[in-house]
């Protein structure tokens, strides 16, 4: 394969919001423009096919499956096949525009999907994989002819990049696939935003963002604050995600009810408007206990919002107890009593928000980030 010409790259994308691992595509392909000439492949008309279209890249809408279930649906087997023979007639069609449009490499931004592996396959092309996510330890999903499928298909692709240690350890190496693997941390930005002053006068705001799913903790941190108040410590708490799993959502709602803290709890949905967010939070939570890495964690820190977070995962590798945040491991008692601790002291509060914006400066560059990635596409051409 030439490797002097400006690469022309197709990439999936596995759903049409603007959750953590679209926006990360997003931020890629949006760096990387001048180096490559990106062609995306979207499931629907959405949020992020809009994004796509403001920045000028193009890109396609084509129906295909996901190779991944949560609730079983019986025969589980006849679904599984039904969704695969829809796959691969999808992916013929897309290997024949590949060749068409003489595409030189396959992206896939997420392990919960094989067409991209499919389309690599069928026209003959490299595959550069990307693996944002544990699949079953943080969203409970099953592959519909389970992790040795995805065994098969990621053993064939050409480079995996894995978006922290910890995913490498659980998804690569742990699950025997074979293939050359890199880490390569997403990137948010370059030059860290302006933030205001955060004197604290008032009541201390305490965030959790993120889709409501039990994968997320929310219950965990309005046990917390419930904690907290019971100790005549003020403090109130935003609830930002749109809700993902109604039965947890009124889980939630319940026992805000019950323990009478709706006065000092609120849900707030879903924005694209994250500065909105950062810039009124005093503190973020991160209350999930298998976070691939945590975007939002890095945005929180970006901000200057000191961060608590549950000591696990891609989080344990971004936040550094007592320096650029603090972890906590017993539930909602080891989070309440992190949080005590950070809103008593002024000086470790001013002293973590300050060392976490300069963590993220250092190692979670826009520019890094698309380095890293240049570099992966130059040696997939070169094999």
């Known amino acids: 394969m030439k490797t002097g010409t400006k690469p022309k790259i197709l990439s999936f994308s596995h759903y049409s919001t603007l959750y953590g691992a679209n926006r990360s595509l997003l931020t890629l392909l949006t760096a990387t423009r001048d180096e490559i000439d990106w062609w995306v492949i979207c499931l629907e008309e959405g949020d992020f096919t809009k994004e796509l279209a403001q920045n000028g890249i193009e890109y396609k809408v084509v129906r295909f499956a996901n190779d991944v279930h949560k609730d079983p649906r019986f025969p589980q087997w006849f679904h599984s096949i039904k969704r695969f023979g829809f796959n691969i007639v999808a992916a013929l069609y897309m290997a024949m525009l590949v060749i068409r449009k003489r595409i030189d490499l396959i992206h896939t931004n997420s392990s919960v999907i094989f067409i991209g592996a499919l389309v690599a396959f069928f026209s003959g092309r490299k595959h550069l994989w990307h693996i944002r996510e544990f699949v079953y330890e943080d969203y409970d999903y099953k592959y519909n002819f389970g992790r040795s499928s995805f065994r098969f298909w990621a053993n064939k692709a050409a480079r995996i990049i894995c978006i922290s240690e910890s995913v490498a350890q659980k998804r690569v190496i742990e699950a025997g696939v074979t293939a050359p693997h890199v880490i390569i941390y997403n990137g948010l930005v370059d030059t860290p935003p302006a933030i205001r002053s955060r004197t604290r006068n008032g009541t201390p705001l305490l965030g959790i963002v993120g889709i409501i799913v039990p994968a ?3 219950l965990t941190a309005v046990k917390a604050v419930n ?7 003020a403090v109130e708490l935003e609830i930002v995600g749109e809700i993902g799993d109604p039965a947890y959502y009124e889980e939630i709602a319940n026992c805000i009810q019950d323990l009478g803290i709706s006065d000092h709890v609120r849900f707030t949905g879903f924005t694209k408007d994250i500065q909105s967010i950062y810039r009124r939070l005093d503190v973020l939570l991160m209350c999930s206990l298998n976070e691939a890495l945590g975007r939002v964690t890095i945005e929180g820190m970006m901000y200057g919002a000191p961060v608590v977070a549950y000591d696990s995962a891609g989080t344990s590798e971004i936040v550094q107890h007592e320096q650029t945040g603090l972890l906590f491991r017993s539930g909602e008692h080891g989070l309440a009593i992190e949080l005590e601790r950070l809103l008593n002291d002024n000086s470790l509060y001013a002293g973590i928000a300050e060392r976490a914006r300069d ?3 250092q190692n979670f560059t826009i ?9 992966e596409v130059a040696s997939c051409r070169k094999i």
């Open 216 to 218: 997320k903790g929310q």
């Open 367 to 375: 520019s890094k980030y698309r380095d890293n990635f240049l570099r």
């Open 359 to 361: 963590h993220v400066s």
């Open 227 to 233: 904690a907290l108040l019971k100790k005549g410590i």
